[in-house]
């Protein structure tokens, strides 16, 4: 597409832009410091977060029959926090029965576990758990503007920043838009059976129809704004990462945690935006800032050709691996003021995990390959 290249310095799509400003040779994920020096995911907010994740892999592990080998792949892994933190959260005999693999474009860090392999790409024919935390939200995809008659075009953007609309989105871009994200007349309803996952109220997906008045089965609602400025993320490359990562299991399950949205509930300009050293800022693709966008994690659910797909809220599902955030009881302290103190503090890092207005808003995605869904108990 004409988007994908341009003049050194001239305008292109914020695909190329984004890909080139994260990714590239100077690009912001190849820096020292890694992600957690300009934001916090919740991997680095609590060790509790692993240890739940360590739990759900252990659900897996017993759906496939406690394998001889059972693999953890860890997508986007910054710089392996998450399966360190996992790896060390098994249990003895299940651990020594787990491949971790770490897929980061970004070299190895030095002093990680050397239990963990290093790869740029999620390894093939895996049996277990694939965990994708923050990842969807950076695969770069183009973004979509409406002119002063309401035609969606592609926003162009050059390295400062600056931004200028370019041809009318064409072809699978502007079907995904037509289908997922309309810009004018109306919001779209998410078909298909099981992968359709709409936003029930306590953040559940449902097959065929999401509750909560939001979206009724094939049925665009009315009630989205038309006009000019109107901005959409056409999610299409998403969709595309997330069928191929599934892909890669032969059995175990495929989760995806991100910041989430679903069909009735798009945001009318869109949420591309820039972070750098632990604040918002303007996305601008010169390496220099983390760009971001949220995720149509419904679309992404209907694009994998396989059944049982879900939704949750990470509090739900956090909460079905064991994390509530309740405060333990105050006899403890008199029997046991340390051990208090320190339930205390853990039952505040679980609190934030699972927060209303915070983490526990994030989307989970879970997708089975094969197996049973291990996290039926989170409503």
Known sequence: ???????????????????????????????????????????????????????????????????????????????????????????????????????????????????????????????????????????????????????????????????????????????????WWPLAGGRPAADGAEASAGEAEDGQATGGQATGGEVTGGEAVPGATSGPGLRAEIGLPRDLAWTSAVGTLARGLAV?????????????????????????????PDGSCDITAHVALDACAAACPLPGARLLRQRAALRALGLTGSRPPLTLASTDPAGYVRALAAASQAAELVAPGGFGDFGWLLQPVGIPDVLADAV
């Open 1 to 179: 597409m004409a988007t994908e290249a341009g003049a050194e310095g001239g305008p292109r799509g914020w695909r190329a832009a984004t890909r080139a400003a994260l990714y590239g040779p100077d690009g912001f994920y190849r820096g020292p410091e890694g992600p957690a020096g300009h934001f916090r995911t919740s991997v680095h907010a609590s060790p509790l977060f692993a240890g739940a994740v360590a739990r759900l892999l252990c659900r897996v592990d017993e759906a496939l029959g406690r394998p001889a080998v059972l693999d953890f792949v860890d997508m986007a892994a910054g710089r392996g926090e998450l399966a360190a933190g996992v790896l060390a959260a098994l249990p003895a005999d299940v651990a020594a029965r787990t491949r971790v693999y770490a897929v980061e474009l970004a070299g190895r860090p030095a002093g990680l576990d050397r239990r963990i392999e290093w790869r740029a790409e999620p390894p093939e024919r895996t049996a277990g758990l694939l965990f994708a935390n923050e990842w969807l939200d950076n695969v770069p995809l183009e973004v979509a503007e409406t002119d002063a008659e309401g035609v969606p075009r592609l926003v162009l953007v050059r390295d400062d920043g600056t931004e200028l609309l370019g041809p009318p989105v064409a072809g699978p871009e502007a079907e995904w838009l037509a289908r």
């Open 256 to 284: 995806a945690v991100d910041y989430a949205h679903t069909a009735g509930t798009r945001p009318p300009f869109g949420t591309l935006t820039g972070f750098r050293k632990g604040r918002g800022t303007a996305p601008v």
